[in-house]
Each structure stands twice: as C-alpha cells, then as structure tokens.
C-alpha cells in the first residue's frame, strides 16, 4: 500500500461524502501526520453525521468500488459506532465513526491541503490530540506517540482548551504526563 492508494481511497469517500452532503471530517493516522510527525497508516478514518437515509445512500454510493455492508451502516448508526469499508482497488480501509465523540468536533474542522493539489475537511489540531487522548485511556500506545508529535509540532493550538476538555472526559493526568515528555510547561 502507498500513498497513492491512500490519496486514491480517501478521494473517492470526500467525493461520496460530499456529493451526498453528507457532514464529516478526516481524523486519525492522517490528522496526527498532519499536526505532527508523519507516519505510516493503513486506513483512513472518517468521522461522519449519518442517518439512516444517508447511511443508505452511501452504501449505494461506495459499493461499486468498495466491500461494504449494509447491515453493520445500520448498526453503527442506531448505536453511534464503527463500520467499515475496502476499497476493492487498493485495498485500503475506510473506517466511519457515526457521531462525534467530542461535542462539536465537526464544527471546528478546518479545510486543509492533505495530498498535493487535494483539500478536505480535517479534525482539528486540538480535537486530534483530545480525541488520541481518548484512545490513549482505552490503551493505544500508538496515540501516546501520535500525541507527542502533535504536543512538539510548531503550528499553533489552543492548548488550554485541550487542557480544559481532557480535565473534562477525565484524561488531564494522560495530557500533564504526556506534555512533561514532550518538555512543556503544563499548568493542568
């Protein structure tokens, strides 16, 4: 798998998201590349507003070029999950988180250049470090790493908000340990 197949898979879900109206944003692996050091990543992820007409609208939408099923749309929508896609081409997965973990999450999302040539709707910086926080507490290593690059990375970021909401979702202690790390002068 490479980047263009990465470029060709996120494509082609922004082009289905958007011609169906459809709100979201691009958060995980690529958000934390974005705001911080890059990394390799093996899907795409996708935080999505979806109910069960879109959902159904967008199985129609993605199954000619990805594997996706209709019954795990509707479940991850009545219970505001995971479901997922592949890309039959590159064999890249789409992962669509329904609802937004953090409150207003969607409506902070900031319009970003991902891929030469090729802007989408990106989470965040302060809601990528809240929500790999999140992920942190329920033991993903792979966050704690993510979140230092972000934490080291020079674009600025409204760092007490994120101080403020990790206190918030019970996460201030994984914040203060991670910014000591990455050598900042926490006050949270």
């Known amino acids: 798998m490479s980047d263009l197949d990465l470029r060709q898979t996120v494509e082609r879900v922004v082009s289905a998201l958007e011609a169906l109206g459809v709100r979201f944003h691009i958060t995980g ?21 979806l109910g069960h007409s879109e959902g159904t609208k967008l199985v129609t939408a993605l199954s000619r070029e990805f594997l996706i099923e ?14 997922q896609a592949l890309d039959q081409d590159t064999l890249m997965k789409a992962d669509f988180h329904v609802g937004e973990r953090i409150e207003g999450e969607l409506d902070r999302s900031v319009v970003h250049e991902l891929f030469e040539g090729f802007s989408a709707p990106l989470v965040s910086k302060e809601d990528a470090i809240l929500s790999k926080l999140i992920w942190v507490q329920e033991g993903s290593d792979r966050s704690r790493t993510d979140i230092l690059g972000m934490l080291l990375d020079p674009t600025p970021f409204d760092l007490g908000w994120v101080r403020t909401q990790a206190r918030v979702v019970g996460c201030g202690a994984i914040l203060s340990e991670l910014e000591n790390q990455a050598g900042l002068e926490g006050d949270g």
């Open 70 to 83: 209709a019954e795990a749309v509707r479940q991850a929508i009545a219970s505001r999950g995971l479901f």
């Open 29 to 49: 692996g690529l958000a934390s590349s974005y705001y911080g050091e890059p990394r390799t990543t093996r899907d795409a992820d996708f935080v999505v507003r």
